[in-house]
């Protein structure tokens, strides 16, 4: 149990009609924590992530969000709230410029600290860009407005789906670089993984899907490969 | 002679603005929704007789009528989308054709047990009978004047809107892709609303323009729509500045295929629809 505590989820089940994509999931993230989900294909990473901003199917169970039930509101009121997801395959909105995309990050969201001039700070190549189409830009500068646009919302929770999905090992080592900095400011980060390795290194504590369920949680200098490998495709 | 076909020109160009206006609010919520809305010319219809009603039973001045109806209007298409249109939306095309075919014959015959089957017109008065020569035996109505530039005005503004403003930002956004909007927490749901509301004020104005340049009747919707339908298929769709330009074409294309013949008023215009969607099916200045 995190010691700042953000998120509480306590025995979710999401329905895609009789199908049960996650069965009696228990996770929780603190403030300033970093937690990976880790899982192979289809077990269910990613619906957890829809469950808790509101865009899964049916959930049964009890999502908590600074200790208020969450589990049944809409998307905006939880966005506004302060939590923000950096979707799968970025979904940027590529006939906007990139400043466009990005000023939608700060409409949404919570009206915090964290401005255009943190932003450029962090993100200097978008600067020059901003005037572009984000349809013309390359998969790593997308990645990074679809970073920049969630924490433009100041988030106090930032739920990352699969976001090296399809980049070069470069760019994937600068944006799991500025992953601790963004914890720095407190924020804490649930992040979705397929690249173990990579997710587990940047970790706090990491939970391991298998089948919609929870099959392994823990610190991960305390887990070894095989007992990851075990839990992850279920041998 | 040559006196007789720019004259002719002209006034197409200039029946070109009201054609715009029939299609303006159609372009956006098309090109946002993704759907026609198979009611829009009866809308704007229901809006004609609605500042008749107010310019004769409570004697308002035609101007002062219709910027009464315009937040009227937006209160309408904000509603309807809300909570008629929205429950069909993204479920099945057809479905939202049929809800709002349903809604066209609902009004068309509403306002016929009301107002019975009789032309009506507003009274635009001293703005009507005004002209502007131009020398040559070339008279522009100082109303259809007006009524275009009111037209270029509307077009500049939606532009403006669509691509100068937060909200606009947030309608192409949902336009682009209505799931990943939702995943961030821009409520498609709401901005579908927003945006039909703004396309019902583009009715109101339509509608205080129409109800003074033409007769009108219960039945008179589909013909509107049909080309508000032609102008932005015409100019692309979702380019508000190719639905001027759109009019412009439609208007012209009417107004030379009646010099050579009366009969041949529509149905140069319907040809010119056609040629343009053979040659040319994304339109004369597509977006999307």
Redesign the interface.
């Known amino acids: 149990m995190a010691t700042n505590e953000l998120l509480s989820v306590e025995g979710v089940s999401v329905f895609y009609d009789k199908f049960r994509a996650l069965d009696r999931i228990d996770i929780n993230v603190g403030a300033g924590e970093i937690v990976s989900i880790i899982g192979a294909n289809g077990a269910g990473k990613s619906t957890l992530l829809?469950a808790i901003?509101g865009?899964a199917g049916r959930v049964e169970g009890r999502i908590q969000f600074e200790g208020e039930n969450i589990l049944g509101r809409?998307?905006?009121d939880?966005?506004?709230a302060g939590m923000?997801?950096v979707?799968e395959g970025r979904?940027?909105?590529?006939?906007?410029t990139v400043e466009?995309?990005l000023?939608?990050?700060w409409?949404?969201?919570r009206k915090g600290e964290f401005g255009f001039a943190e932003l450029w700070r962090l993100f200097p190549a978008l600067e020059e860009r901003k005037r572009q189409k984000a349809g013309s830009l390359s998969g790593g500068q997308q990645q990074m407005v679809a970073l920049g646009?969630?924490l433009l919302?100041n988030p106090k929770l930032l739920l990352c789906d699969e976001i090296s999905l399809g980049l070069a090992p470069l760019v994937v080592n600068e944006l799991y670089a500025l992953i601790p900095r963004v914890k720095e400011r407190g924020i804490g980060i649930l992040i979705v993984e397929q690249d173990i390795e990579r997710s587990l290194a940047v970790a706090d504590r990491f939970y391991c899907l298998l089948e919609g369920r929870v099959s392994l949680a823990g610190h991960p200098r305390e887990a070894t490969r095989e007992m990851v490998m075990k839990h992850y495709f279920g041998l | 002679m040559a006196g007789v076909w720019i004259n002719q020109i002209l006034q197409g160009i200039l029946l070109g603005g009201l054609y715009t206006m029939f299609a303006t609010g159609l372009s956006l919520s098309a090109g946002v929704m993704r759907f026609v809305n198979i009611a829009h010319g009866d809308f704007i219809v229901l809006a004609c007789f609605l500042l008749l009603i107010l310019t004769t039973s409570l004697g308002l001045n035609p101007i002062v009528a219709t910027l009464v109806i315009l937040p009227v209007a937006f209160a309408v298409g904000f509603g309807l989308q809300r909570f008629l249109l929205q429950r069909v939306v993204g479920e099945n095309v057809l479905l939202v054709i049929l809800v709002t075919f349903g809604l066209s014959i609902i009004i068309e015959n509403g306002l016929l047990e009301g107002f019975g089957a009789d032309p009506q017109k507003v009274a635009g008065g001293w703005m009507e009978t005004a002209t502007i020569g131009l020398g040559g035996g070339i008279n522009m109505g100082l109303f259809q004047v007006v009524t275009f530039v009111a037209a270029v005005a509307v077009v500049a503004a939606l532009d403006l809107v669509l691509y100068r403003t937060g909200i606009g930002a947030k309608i192409r956004a949902v336009s682009d892709d209505v799931a990943a909007a939702d995943l961030i927490g821009l409520s498609s749901v709401r901005i579908y609303a927003v945006a039909m509301g703004i396309s019902f004020v583009t009715i109101g104005i339509a509608a205080g323009f129409m109800s003074i340049w033409t007769d009108f009747d219960p039945a008179s919707g589909p013909t509107r729509l049909l080309i508000a339908f032609e102008v932005i298929v015409l100019g692309g769709l979702g380019s508000m500045w190719g639905s001027l330009m759109g009019g412009i074409v439609l208007g012209v294309a009417q107004s030379v295929g009646a010099q050579f013949d009366i009969a041949w008023q529509m149905l140069a215009g319907h040809l010119v629809f056609l040629i343009v969607l053979a040659v040319r099916p994304q339109g004369l200045f597509p977006k999307y």
């Open positions: 829809k901003i865009q809409a998307t905006a939880i966005v506004a923000m997801l979707p979904r940027l909105f590529p006939s906007l466009e995309n000023r939608l990050g409409a949404v969201g646009r969630a919302a």
